[in-house]
């Protein structure tokens, strides 16, 4: 990649108007937020049941395979909030390089999925809690939890990008420290006898199932790297986006193999695969908690709830900052009622933040209530966006690209510049599309179709493609000739 300087105005927080977005995240807090966006339950828990359902072999070249396709997501993403670092990202981006029709589907998708994804995480946070102290009522550690991310994110950005810091921090030292215990046992330097490389050729591994078993996978890894897209929403209040997100967009590929790659290698290694237990989704059963029970650490159940209780936080804190930016974004292109484009005088999208909370927590509820009928449909239907976001990320870097040499710019102002274009977008653009069409292939395998499999699986396409086209119909939008594309100097550099 090439790094290029394009000083950004914000730099200095008393040059910033006192009812505007603060650029006052640091290199630090985007580095660790970037780090940390896609680390959490997905790994600590769902890596276990994907090297039981693939074997250790499948589920490495699973999480390899859509890694490399979410670094190239993110060095696209990276070229487009360094050069445009604004708060809506790739709403924005579709909406003036692509179709606002496009913009308002992928905008506001983002939105309720994050706005379910807090009542999702309300609703572990109640669990994990529920492990030291199991009769104790939902609502209250649900209502603390709430207030307490929103009050991070009410205070300023800097209160996010705080937490976030510390939150991420702490995942990052449990893995790093996972992966060094796990390499010493497996050499035999501690825990006695070397484990060595058998497990790799227990039962049908590496490779259990074949490469159905590891297609899979594909939908489960992609979950888990869900996330990574947060670092182009708080570009828009970075103190320094032009240096500091392609900073942070360098870190991705070792941040995929050292936390991914790595840790579910040791997990492969020292866990057969067959063993019953990788099936299971508590934190009795993480293999993490099952390698370091290994080692002799008595409270290791104790220790990964708290862990697991940090990444609860971290994604619900992160749920709460990037919807409320992605509305106030939305609000300023028309594309969302204007409420959602007013500040507090820190600069904060007050009304975004309240908004998000209400509909978390009568989700939450819907969790609670009913057997949770409407909960479940309601995570259905956000079971595949993040996919449709990184389709939406890499269609309108293609675009941006072309419509930047075609009104006669040069890539050498450019201040960060991908250099995999047009193989990266275009590579990532079809595994998104094929792993969306592929994710829950048994359920057309058979003598008659698992219609109910189907709704579960692909409730998230139809009610994106309704905000698209309805959008379009009604306000009769068309696909923005290159040459007209909203690429200007100006407006850009100001959020």
Same mark, same amino acid.
Request: glycine share 10%; charged share 5%; hydrophobic share 60%.
């Given at each position: 990649m090439e790094n290029r300087q394009l000083q950004l105005p914000g730099k200095n927080e008393q040059n910033e108007p006192p009812h505007s977005l603060q650029r006052k995240l640091k290199a630090r807090h985007l580095t660790m937020i970037s780090l940390g966006g896609a680390i959490g339950t997905g790994l600590f828990l769902g890596s276990g049941p994907a090297?039981?359902? !693939?074997? %250790?072999?499948?589920? &490495?070249v699973a999480y390899a395979v859509i890694g490399i396709m979410v670094y190239f997501i993110m060095t696209s993403l990276g070229e487009l909030a360094s050069f445009m670092p604004v708060s809506g990202a790739f709403s924005t981006y579709a909406?003036? +390089?692509i179709d606002p029709a496009l913009g308002f589907a992928l905008g506001w998708n983002? =939105? +309720?999925? =994050? /706005? *379910?994804? &807090? /009542? /999702?995480?309300l609703s572990? /946070?109640? *669990? @994990?809690m529920k492990f030291w102290f199991p009769h104790s009522p939902s609502f209250l550690w649900s209502s603390m939890f709430l207030v307490l991310i929103f009050l991070l994110n009410y205070v300023s950005v800097k209160g996010y990008g705080e937490g976030e810091y510390w939150f991420? &921090?702490?995942k990052v030292a449990t893995i790093i420290i996972f992966i @060094? @215990?796990?390499?010493? *046992?497996? +050499?035999?330097i501690m825990n006695g006898e070397a484990i060595g490389f058998k497990n790799f050729t227990v039962g049908d591994a590496p490779f259990a199932g074949g490469f159905l078993a590891t297609l899979g996978i594909f939908i489960a890894a992609g979950f888990s790297f869900q996330g990574t897209e947060i670092v182009g929403v708080a570009a828009g209040e970075s103190e320094d986006p032009a240096k500091n997100v392609p900073r942070a967009v360098r870190s991705i590929f070792w941040r995929i193999f050292l936390f991914y790659i790595l840790a579910i290698l040791v997990i492969g290694l020292i866990v057969p695969y067959t063993n019953g237990s990788l099936q299971g989704h508590t934190i009795? @059963?993480? %293999? +993490?908690? *099952?390698v370091f029970e290994k080692v002799g650490l008595a409270f290791a159940a104790s220790v990964m709830n708290a862990i697991i209780l940090t990444a609860v936080l971290s994604a619900g804190n992160s749920s709460l900052y990037v919807t409320s930016r992605m509305l106030y974004s939305m609000a300023n292109e028309g594309l969302a009622p204007k409420l959602f484009g007013k500040l507090n005088k820190r600069g904060v999208p007050i009304w975004g933040l309240i908004v998000t909370s209400l509909v978390g927590m009568l989700a939450f509820f819907a969790s609670i209530f009913g057997d949770g009928v409407i909960y479940v449909w309601l995570m259905n239907a956000v079971g595949v966006t993040g996919f449709i976001f990184w389709l939406g990320i890499a269609a309108s870097h293609y675009r941006f690209r072309k419509a930047y040499i075609a009104q006669g710019h040069s890539l050498n102002d450019l201040p960060y510049l991908s250099k995999w274009f047009p $193989?990266? %977008?275009? $590579?990532? $653009? !079809? &595994?998104c599309f094929f792993v969306l069409m592929a994710q829950n292939y048994q359920a057309f395998m058979g003598d008659h179709i698992n219609w109910a499999g189907v709704m579960a699986a692909y409730l998230g396409i139809p009610f994106f493609l309704v905000m698209w086209l309805g959008y379009k119909f009604v306000k009769k939008t068309k696909v923005i000739p290159l040459e007209k594309c909203r690429i200007n100097f100006d407006e850009h550099r100001n959020v």
């Open positions: 090297i039981h359902s !693939a074997g %250790p072999g499948g589920a &490495l909406t003036r +390089f983002y =939105w +309720f999925t =994050w /706005a *379910m994804t &807090l /009542a /999702a995480e572990a /946070a109640t *669990m @994990v991420s &921090l702490i @060094v @215990v796990g390499i010493l *046992m497996i +050499f035999g009795m @059963v993480s %293999p +993490f908690t *099952m $193989f990266g %977008p275009i $590579f990532s $653009f !079809a &595994l």
